[in-house]
């Protein structure tokens, strides 16, 4: 078993519907939870984390966080096009590291 | 304020030979970690370093290695230099509580 997971995708969605990413983790000692969206030939660039219980907002983003189910999600609302990129889920546990899933593919087409 | 600055962007090496890439974190970020991405492997973590100390190692021979200054700055080290070498390394610079900022990654090709 991978200790972060996610569906590879690709999830496609049309432009302004809700975008649903979705990530299962192992290890029930982790602590903090990263979404990451990397565009192709890009560096993984921060979109948020989320430490506590419950949904965490930022703009467009939302973070749902579950950890008696060991499931962290994105939301993406009014999905556009430039929002088309792999999304990665990151886990840390009380090392400083960072465990990241596969990544899931999104395209948002027009 | 300047983020994470990663260089060279882009390097070709031979086989057997060695390589040191460069990492400056955001200001005053302490922490400085590593990552090798692949389209195999995904990102993987290398190692991480804070105030000069190196706190953790992921999963690689010892033929990876790296440091951290006085600075923060940090470089890493890969001697004797196997085709499977290959990949995007990242580093990643942090505050206490904070999110991970990555750098632009140096583009590492072995032939």
């Known amino acids: 078993q991978k200790e972060v997971e996610q569906n590879s995708g690709p999830l496609s969605v049309p432009e302004g519907a809700i975008a649903s990413l979705n990530c299962t983790y192992s290890d029930r000692g982790s602590q903090s939870f990263f979404w990451y969206r990397q565009y192709s030939g890009k560096s993984p660039e921060l979109i948020m984390f989320?430490?506590?219980?419950g949904d965490k907002e930022d703009g467009r983003f939302t973070a749902q966080l579950n950890k008696a189910s060991q499931y962290v999600s994105l939301l993406i609302r009014d999905s556009q096009p430039s929002d088309s990129a792999t999304y990665l889920c990151a886990v840390k546990k009380d090392t400083d590291k960072l465990i990241f899933g596969t990544g899931t593919r999104l395209q948002v087409f027009p | 304020k300047a983020g994470v600055t990663q260089t060279p962007r882009y390097l070709i090496k031979t086989r057997g030979q060695q390589v040191t890439l460069s990492c400056s974190p955001i200001s005053g970020h302490r922490s400085v970690s590593w990552y090798q991405q692949t389209p195999g492997q995904g990102l993987q973590f290398l190692f991480e370093?804070?105030?000069?100390?190196?706190?953790n190692k992921g999963n690689f021979p010892g033929r990876f290695s790296g440091r951290q200054f006085s600075n923060s700055r940090s470089e890493m080290n890969v001697s004797t230099l196997e085709l499977g070498d290959s990949a995007l390394y990242l580093c990643?610079?942090?505050?206490?509580?904070?999110?991970?900022?990555f750098g632009s990654g140096t583009r590492l090709t072995v032939v």
């Open positions: 990643a610079s942090s505050s206490p509580g904070g999110g991970y900022t």
């Open positions: 989320i430490y506590s219980n």
């Open positions: 370093y804070f105030s000069e100390t190196q706190r």
